[in-house]
């Protein structure tokens, strides 16, 4: 059985940074495309993020370039996300997500296995 358990959202005010992080537990994470996405009401969920299963390929949503870095530790089988010069825009539940072959792909139905999310609240 895949878990996927995401920590680390908040409130934060507009210029501060967070951390977030996703444990997966349940298939070989070293082998695995993860990302995050993010999502606001009313809106579609869109991805933030994506590390290929070496960490060699990352790829980014525009409005989060040069302010956000994925990462990720095989060996703890834990997925993260430095978010930095946070904005009220990046205010969303974020979700961590893994495939389950090697590369990213933009589309969340090519994700199977979700986190239940964690809110990131940014203020003015």
């Known amino acids: 059985q895949v878990q996927v358990a995401e920590s680390g959202g908040g409130l934060v005010q507009a210029g501060e940074s967070l951390r977030l992080s996703c444990t997966i537990s349940?298939?070989?994470?070293?082998?695995?495309?993860v990302g995050w996405f993010r999502q606001v009401s009313g809106k579609e969920r869109e991805r933030v993020a994506c590390?290929?299963?070496?960490?060699?390929?990352?790829f980014y949503a525009d409005s989060v370039k040069g302010r956000f870095t994925i990462s990720r530790d095989n060996a703890k089988n834990t997925l993260y996300l430095q978010m930095d010069s946070l904005t009220p825009e990046d205010t969303a539940m974020y979700y961590c997500?893994?495939?389950?072959?090697?590369?990213?792909?933009?589309?969340?139905?090519?994700?199977?296995?979700w986190g239940q999310g964690t809110q990131v609240t940014v203020s003015s």
């Open positions: 349940g298939l070989t994470f070293a082998n695995q495309a």
């Open positions: 590390i290929g299963w070496s960490g060699r390929s990352t």
């Open positions: 997500a893994a495939r389950t072959v090697a590369h990213c792909s933009p589309l969340p139905s090519d994700f199977p296995y």
